[in-house]
């Protein structure tokens, strides 16, 4: 697998998932520096890296990433926060009005997790944290016709690429992206 991090989808453009994912993420509000926009992953972890608290930024930073791939836009964190956040991805998925589909893989500590959200509500989550397993909500199509007696970043991955979503395997190759940087408040 590639870097760790999150990503988020929903069948939207940018604009509309920036201006929602600002507003229900309501801890966090964009510094006074300008969008940054890259062609390649390597410039938004450029990007990103100094500007997220979690993996070496200054205290109360964070950035994300948005990108679209075809009808999916995507906004995406290196510090994997974005998924921890039930609340703000239950009101993202009732604000856009579509399925939000959430993919977080670390490969390093061996955690994973996949979500989808409709409605304001939960359908689906799995998660690989600390060696142990859980599953809530029911499977996905994904899912269907192949016993889950375990979930991995492996499982993680091919659901998530199951909605035409682009791999964790390695570093998007496809650009542009936008890069947004944060600051968390209190």
């Known amino acids: 697998m590639s870097h760790a991090r999150c990503n988020i989808a929903a069948r939207t453009n940018l604009a509309k998932l920036k201006e929602a994912a600002l507003s229900v993420?309501?801890?966090?509000?964009?510094?006074?520096?300008?969008v940054a926009k890259h062609d390649t992953f390597d410039d938004v972890l450029d990007f990103?890296?100094?500007r997220t608290?979690?993996?070496g930024g200054p205290p109360g930073s964070?950035?994300?990433y948005f990108q679209q791939v075809g009808s999916w836009a995507i906004v995406g964190d290196l510090g994997l926060l974005l998924h921890r956040n039930a609340g703000a991805l239950k009101q993202l998925s009732q604000k856009l009005?579509?399925?939000?589909?959430?993919c977080a893989i670390d490969s390093a500590i061996e955690y994973a997790f996949f979500a989808l959200y409709a409605g304001g509500q939960m359908k689906r989550q799995l998660t690989l944290e600390d060696g142990e397993y859980e599953a809530l909500g029911l499977p996905v199509q994904a899912e269907r016709g192949r016993p889950l007696v375990d979930f991995s970043e492996e499982e993680a991955?091919?659901?998530w690429t199951s909605y035409g979503l682009p791999t964790f395997e390695y570093n998007p190759e496809e650009g542009p992206f936008e890069c947004l940087a944060l600051e968390r408040k209190g």
Do not use: F, K, L
């Open 25 to 34: 993420y309501a801890e966090v509000q964009p510094t006074r520096e300008p």
């Open 48 to 50: 990103c890296q100094p």
């Open 53 to 55: 608290e979690e993996i």
């Open 62 to 64: 964070d950035s994300w």
């Open 97 to 102: 009005g579509t399925e939000v589909v959430v």
């Open 157 to 159: 991955e091919r659901i």
